[in-house]
């Protein structure tokens, strides 16, 4: 039997044929649809869309924290990954006190869109990081402990569209869908 590459086995990604796409390239796409919420996953936009601001610090039936708690928790982590990232300078936080708002703290109009703007805003960092072709992703990362690039942007997709899902949930639960989503 032939062996075949990793690239030439994914060379129907998204129904067409890629074959001139090196496989490092058809890498950084993959990541880059994990990050944005493409495929099997809700994206961000999509899960905060209209969300009711009366809302934003009620906790829901069962649940410890707000929807704004978690979402500035999926911003926190988000951020921490990408400092990790960037530089030797990076001081790991405290789990779990530095990765969440505290218990009785509430947010404004003004400080939900600031946990908004800046999940986008990093977000961006780290699709721009992703997409550049002369970042190694298979690079450890100086001041970790083995981590490669490559792992970290898992590690923040993975870890969004978990807590991005639970956002949904929480939505649902809470009946704050607008009505042109049921």
């Given amino acids: 039997m032939e062996k075949t590459s990793w690239a030439s086995s994914t060379a129907t990604y998204s129904g067409k044929r890629r074959e001139s796409m090196s496989e ?8 880059r649809d994990l990050l944005e ?9 999509e899960a905060v869309a209209n969300f009711p601001l009366e809302h934003i610090n009620t906790r829901p039936p069962n649940v410890s924290y707000t929807p704004w708690h978690l979402l500035e928790h999926i911003r926190i982590a988000q951020r921490d990954i990408l400092d990790f990232m960037r530089g030797t300078d990076y001081v790991e936080l405290a789990w779990p006190a530095e990765y969440w708002p505290a218990e009785d703290e509430q947010a404004d109009r003004a400080r939900w869109e600031k946990t908004l703007h800046g999940f986008r805003a990093d977000l961006q960092e780290l699709l721009q990081m992703a997409a550049d072709p002369k970042l190694d992703l298979y690079q450890k990362i100086p001041h970790g402990s083995g981590q490669t690039m490559l792992r970290e942007f898992l ?6 569209a978990y807590h991005i899902g639970e956002f949904a949930i929480l939505r649902q639960v809470m009946g704050t869908w607008t009505s042109e989503r049921s």
């Fill in 37 to 45: 919420g493409k495929g099997a996953h809700m994206n961000f936009d």
């Fill in 155 to 160: 590690v923040v997709a993975d870890h969004n």
């Fill in 24 to 31: 490092d390239t058809i890498l950084r796409e993959h990541i």
